[in-house]
């Protein structure tokens, strides 16, 4: 539970575009923020902003980091309270303006007064290696990196494995393995975990199973992992054992199998045949 | 071959043995055969992950030593005239590659010595 | 600790644009069908109905809110503008109102500062402000003289005279081609777009703004302090509307059911009662 200390700075990141960094800032975030603790999200894509409307506050924002390293407004003033927990709040990025509106001196001193009042500051990244990551990364002393079992998104995240191995800030770094489609690893079609794993030679935060319920959710604006009831999308379940992995516990990973296609069963007849 | 002792006007009859030898010499597929047909298109699907490993193991290794295949290719001519100097080498099977063992990299050469060149001078 | 504050949970339901009242009961019954099938609307939900000029007897709204009691949810509020759907309602220990809120007010009613006023909005919003001081910064002007007056036609028919600012003494940008997100179009003056404001644009004018098009993105008019402002446009949808020291925003959820109305008019935003309201811009002659 939350602890005096200082507040963690965990920075979310993947090189490439599109492979769901702020899905799982988003989610991870409100993991967090669901088990008790003071979490802000802060969005560092300047110019193309989207935390907002994953988390549904986009209507709510008055003030963003711009007007806060400039001075506008008060930093306070700028935190837009998620409408669900009033223990999340999202540190908005400015829309019209673009990356160099923001530097990492300006970024660690906005995370350093962040970090008095919270446990878990979650940065997400803009795509790229250049101004916007440096940004991101500047005031973190952790990360997380995004990649989806495609060579393009792998190959990213080695680079910027390599970007963060070379800052002496950042003390670990863990990947979650987002679109994960357990029948295409099944039928050899897509790398497995573990073939990621090696490739990279990182250590796993989580698996993300593809899950249609991800793009419901961000339609309506509530993270997934804040679905209720019995029985909730494997995704929910496989954001909610990130966010105990991150805060200490020793939680199993995901069984991500499904039923055999039949397809499958015709196949592996074929090969008792032929052997 | 058979058919040469036989005379010129059994020419039809010699052309239809010909045919008959080839048809019954020719590797007839059999079950087995088309089975590992099949097998093999199914696996030959499910390597679409092996290609994606093994494409993305070389592409990160030229990635991470800042190597590209014509870089390595020019170290491979330099080499060889390095060597060349010592040794006389057989340069058509002389292969340089990286790979990779865990957490290292490692840059392979494998090249085939004919002889000393003290031995020819 | 999972206990997640839903202080939002409230549905507004648009059977307004239904045939008829067995064509309001048959959408409401498919939406709540669909919500329940997809359990997205938990228990202790608020349902509200709009059911605009439809006429319901007590019957068919008994019918309706069995319907939506049955989920375990609750009904509270129904807007109508027939005398006989409102009477309907009383009688069923509904709370009855003309017309549903277009935005929510997130300003005070009360004026402020322009920081005075965030923190009030904040306040509403539950943020920590408590120990804040008000940044220094230089206050809005006064709101430009002379003011004139203007009669307007409210959604119940009744005529108001309002004071109002044209801000006629200030100059009119005029911009021809759409905006998009992340662009600003920023005035001393008047501004008019010809096109669409997309979300994501910002438009921030001294005087009234006018977009012959969509407002989807925000839009501050009045920016240095004048109440009186006005924002006008073909279709409102705006992220926020902020006209002076007031800001309203788009409500969370709004389920439209049904087809929409073929033709509407165009939209005006004013500040009355304290808070932004959306009109149907209907110009009397």
């Given at each position: 539970m939350a602890t005096k200390t200082e507040g963690r700075v965990i920075v979310i990141t993947s090189g490439k575009g599109g492979v769901g960094k702020t899905t799982s800032t988003a989610n991870i975030g409100a993991g967090l923020a669901r088990m008790?603790?003071?979490?802000?999200?802060?969005?560092?894509?300047?110019?193309?902003?989207?935390?907002?409307?994953?988390?549904?506050?986009?209507?709510?924002?008055?003030?963003?980091?711009?007007?806060?390293?400039?001075?506008?407004?008060?930093?306070?003033?700028?935190?837009?309270?998620?409408?669900?927990?009033?223990?999340?709040?999202?540190?908005?990025?400015?829309?019209?303006?673009?990356?160099?509106?923001l530097t990492p001196e300006q970024m660690n001193s906005v995370v350093s007064e962040l970090k008095k009042e919270h446990d878990f500051i979650l940065i997400d990244s803009p795509a790229g290696i250049e101004q916007g990551f440096q940004n991101a990364v500047a005031a973190a002393s952790e990360a997380i990196v995004v990649a989806t079992p495609e060579?393009?998104?792998?190959?990213?995240?080695?680079?910027?494995?390599?970007?963060?191995?070379?800052?002496?800030?950042?003390?670990?770094?863990?990947?979650?393995?987002?679109?994960?489609?357990?029948?295409?690893?099944?039928?050899?079609?897509?790398?497995?975990?573990?073939?990621?794993?090696?490739?990279?030679?990182?250590?796993?935060?989580?698996?993300?199973?593809?899950?249609?319920?991800?793009?419901?959710?961000?339609?309506?604006?509530?993270?997934?992992?804040?679905?209720?009831g019995e029985k909730v999308p494997k995704a929910t379940l496989a954001y909610r054992n990130i966010a105990k992995r991150i805060s200490g516990e020793d939680v199993p990973f995901l069984e991500l199998e499904t039923p055999v296609p039949w397809m499958e069963k015709v196949k592996s007849l074929f090969k008792f045949g032929a052997a | 071959m058979p058919t040469e002792g036989l005379q010129p006007q059994n020419n039809k009859l010699v052309q239809w043995w010909v045919g008959l030898f080839q048809k019954l010499s020719a590797p007839v597929p059999t079950p087995t055969d088309t089975k590992t047909e099949i097998t093999d298109k199914?696996?030959?699907?499910?390597?679409?992950?092996?290609?994606?490993?093994?494409?993305?193991?070389?592409?990160?290794?030229?990635?991470?030593?800042?190597l590209s295949p014509s870089l390595l290719e020019d170290m491979r001519d330099e080499l060889m005239e390095v060597i060349s100097k010592y040794v006389e080498i057989d340069k058509t099977t002389m292969d340089l590659c990286l790979e990779q063992e865990s957490n290292t990299i490692a840059l392979v050469a494998n090249i085939q010595v004919v002889r000393g060149r003290e031995a020819t001078s | 600790m999972s206990a997640i504050e839903d202080r939002e949970r409230v549905v507004l339901v648009d059977l307004s644009h239904a045939e008829s009242s067995a064509d309001a009961v048959?959408?409401?019954?498919?939406?709540?069908?669909?919500?329940?099938?997809?359990?997205?609307?938990?228990?202790?939900?608020?349902?509200?109905?709009?059911?605009?000029?439809?006429?319901?007897?007590?019957?068919?709204?008994?019918?309706?809110?069995?319907?939506?009691?049955?989920?375990?949810?609750?009904?509270?509020?129904?807007?109508?503008?027939?005398?006989?759907?409102?009477?309907s309602a009383l009688d069923e220990g509904l709370l009855v109102r003309q017309k549903p809120p277009n935005y929510m007010s997130i300003g005070a009613p009360r004026k402020f500062s322009p920081e005075q006023f965030i923190n009030q909005a904040y306040k509403d919003l539950d943020l920590p402000f408590e120990n804040l001081s008000s940044p220094e910064r230089t206050?809005?002007?006064?709101?430009?003289?002379?003011?004139?007056?203007?009669?307007?036609?409210?959604?119940?028919?009744?005529?108001?005279?309002?004071?109002?600012?044209?801000g006629l003494s200030l100059g009119t940008v005029f911009y021809k081609q759409n905006l998009r997100s992340g662009q600003v179009l920023e005035a001393s003056g008047n501004i008019v777009v010809v096109g669409d404001a997309h979300s994501g644009s910002e438009i921030l004018a001294d005087g009234d703004i006018l977009v012959w098009g969509?407002?989807?993105?925000?839009?501050?008019?009045?920016?240095?302090?004048?109440?009186?402002?006005?924002?006008?446009a073909i279709r409102i949808e705006a992220v926020q509307l902020r006209i002076g020291h007031y800001i309203a925003r788009r409500p969370d959820r709004l389920f439209k059911l049904g087809q929409a109305k073929k033709h509407r008019a165009p939209e005006v935003a004013r500040v009355r009662d304290g808070e932004i309201q959306i009109y149907e811009d209907i110009v009397e002659r």
């Open positions: 008790g603790y003071k979490v802000v999200l802060i969005d560092t894509d300047i110019g193309l902003r989207n935390l907002d409307i994953l988390m549904g506050l986009e209507n709510r924002i008055v003030y963003n980091i711009v007007d806060v390293v400039e001075e506008r407004c008060k930093l306070a003033q700028a935190l837009v309270k998620d409408k669900r927990m009033p223990n999340l709040c999202l540190l908005p990025a400015a829309q019209t303006r673009d990356k160099s509106a060579m393009s998104s792998v190959r990213d995240a080695d680079r910027i494995i390599g970007l963060l191995e070379t800052k002496e800030e950042i003390k670990n770094y863990k990947l979650v393995l987002n679109r994960v489609r357990p029948d295409m690893i099944k039928a050899n079609d897509m790398m497995d975990v573990d073939d990621v794993l090696e490739i990279l030679s990182v250590k796993l935060l989580g698996i993300i199973p593809e899950d249609q319920d991800i793009i419901i959710s961000t339609n309506r604006g509530e993270p997934v992992v804040l679905r209720e | 199914v696996d030959g699907s499910a390597s679409a992950k092996d290609d994606a490993k093994n494409r993305l193991k070389l592409v990160l290794m030229h990635d991470r030593t800042q | 048959r959408q409401l019954e498919a939406y709540l069908d669909q919500e329940r099938s997809q359990k997205r609307l938990g228990a202790g939900s608020r349902i509200e109905l709009n059911t605009g000029d439809l006429l319901l007897t007590p019957g068919v709204l008994a019918k309706m809110t069995l319907a939506i009691r049955k989920l375990g949810l609750s009904v509270e509020t129904l807007y109508s503008v027939v005398p006989q759907t409102q009477q206050a809005g002007s006064e709101p430009q003289e002379p003011l004139t007056r203007l009669s307007v036609t409210l959604d119940d028919g009744t005529r108001e005279e309002v004071e109002r600012n044209p969509f407002l989807g993105g925000i839009a501050h008019a009045g920016r240095q302090g004048n109440d009186k402002s006005e924002i006008r």
